[in-house]
């Protein structure tokens, strides 16, 4: 037995669906599972004008399709597969001459096609220019740093800019503190940098300098013995913005050829600024302390 309310209820759905020339309408869930449309995106079809509800109920706002615009639909699907934008589909279903929009839209794809097609070549001119560039710029050498005696510094710059001046004032610091102390022939000096990440600021970096012997230390600057360690260096020749380029090609190498690093890299500063006028001349070698992976 049916109740009041649901015989209404059943009553009002069986008026709906009779409506519109005595075609089926179905509520919009139902229409969006027979579509695989999402109930959303028909809702922005009903509001760009696209594809408006055979009925709208006036007290809930509950939207009502004919099965007959699924054929309208799959229309609007295809038009927006191929990439038509919402105005042109608006004039092609208010009847404007759908071939001429649909040839423009092939221009479009072929110019569009044309311009990747094009990145697509550049992208391989700068892949073949960066292996040519590793190749041939860089030559890797593994060899044993030996144990040494250093004094060093730790501390935090500013900038890049800054490095020079507190490399300076570790030398005159320590060598204030002991006059005789001598550095060793062939010298042998490094900036790693300690913190976890890169930085422009506030840069957080340890100089250390090879010396003959142990001597006083003071507030900035102390002794320690660094063990000898296996290394994978290579040599970058040019601004020292640039050496970006080194790292990338020594870490890629370390991975390729079953290295592992143990340490932070060293930055020895063989030629620079206080003796090359001209950046292209300065020459950096980079350390990178590894060990063979355990199989």
């Known amino acids: 037995m049916y109740t009041k309310d649901e015989w209404e209820l059943d009553e009002a759905y069986d008026t709906i669906r009779q409506m519109k020339d005595d075609k089926v309408i179905v509520p919009i869930g139902e229409f969006s599972k027979m579509t695989k449309t999402t109930v959303k995106t028909l809702r922005f079809y009903d509001e760009s004008q696209l594809l408006k509800p055979a009925y709208v109920e006036a007290t809930t706002g509950y939207r009502y399709y004919r099965n007959t615009q699924l054929i309208e639909l799959q229309e609007i699907i295809a038009y927006r597969q191929i990439g038509l934008s919402i105005e042109d589909i608006q004039r092609i279903m208010s009847g404007h001459d759908a071939t001429g929009i649909l040839l423009e839209r092939m221009d479009m794809v072929e110019s569009e096609l044309k311009n990747l097609q094009d990145q697509k070549s550049r992208i391989n001119s700068l892949l073949r220019q960066i292996q040519e560039e590793f190749s041939m710029s860089y030559q890797v050498i593994v060899k044993t740093i030996p144990a040494y005696t250093v004094f060093y510094r730790t501390g935090i710059i500013p900038s890049f800019q800054e490095m020079s001046k507190f490399i300076i004032e570790a030398g005159e610091e320590c060598r204030n503190a002991n006059p005789g102390l001598k550095c060793i022939e062939p010298d042998y000096c490094y900036v790693t940098y300690t913190a976890k990440e890169f930085r422009h600021t506030d840069i957080e970096l340890e100089y250390a300098q090879a010396v003959e012997r142990r001597g006083v230390e003071t507030a900035n600057t ?64 980079i350390q990178v302390p590894v060990r063979k992976h355990s199989l």
């Open 222 to 285: 102390k002794f320690k013995d660094i063990g000898a360690t296996q290394a994978v260096c290579i040599y970058h020749k040019g601004p020292f913005d640039e050496i970006g380029k080194a790292y990338a090609f020594i870490y890629q190498w370390i991975e390729e050829n079953d290295y592992e690093p143990t340490q932070n890299a060293r930055e020895r500063y063989i030629d620079g600024i206080w003796n090359k006028d001209d950046p292209m001349e300065w020459l950096t070698e």
